[in-house]
C-alpha cells in the first residue's frame, strides 16, 4: 500500500484544513487508518485512527471534539478535517494504515505498517 498525504499549509488560529490521505496498491476496506502528528524536536505523537471493521473512530484527548476523521471506499481516501486550529497543532501530519491493527491498538505506531510522507500545518496565533 502507496499512501499520498496532501493538503497541509499555514493557517492563522480558530481556521480550518482538511488533510487527505490518499491510498493505491490496495483498497482501504477492512485497513484500519490512522494519523499521527511530529512537532519538532517532540516525538510522533497518535491523533486520530478509524478501525479496520466496524469503523469506529478514536481520537487523542487534545483533538477530541475538534477533529473528525473519515474515509471515501470508493476514492480510497482518508480525511482528517481539523477545526478550531491553534498553534499548538503545528506538526507534520503523517498518514498510516494497517490491515491487522486491532481496535485496543488503534494509537499505536508500531500496529501500522504503511506510512505516507507527512504534509506540514502550521498554524499561527
Known amino acids: 500500500v502507496q499512501l499520498q498525504a496532501s493538503g497541509g499549509g499555514m493557517v492563522r488560529a480558530g481556521e480550518s484544513l482538511r488533510l487527505s490521505c490518499v491510498a493505491s496498491?490496495?483498497?482501504?476496506?477492512?485497513?484500519?487508518v490512522a494519523w499521527f502528528r511530529q512537532a519538532p524536536g517532540k516525538e510522533r505523537e497518535f491523533v486520530a485512527a478509524s478501525s479496520r471493521t466496524s469503523g469506529g473512530t478514536i481520537y487523542s484527548n487534545s483533538v477530541k471534539g475538534r477533529f473528525t476523521v473519515s474515509r471515501d471506499n470508493v476514492k480510497n481516501t482518508v480525511y482528517l478535517q481539523m477545526n478550531s486550529l491553534n498553534p499548538q497543532d503545528t506538526a507534520a501530519y503523517y498518514c498510516a494504515a494497517g490491515a491487522t491493527v486491532i481496535t485496543s491498538s488503534l494509537s499505536r505506531e508500531s500496529a501500522y505498517n504503511y506510512w505516507g510522507q507527512g504534509t506540514q500545518v502550521t498554524v499561527s496565533s
Open positions: 496498491g490496495r483498497t482501504l476496506r477492512g485497513v484500519a
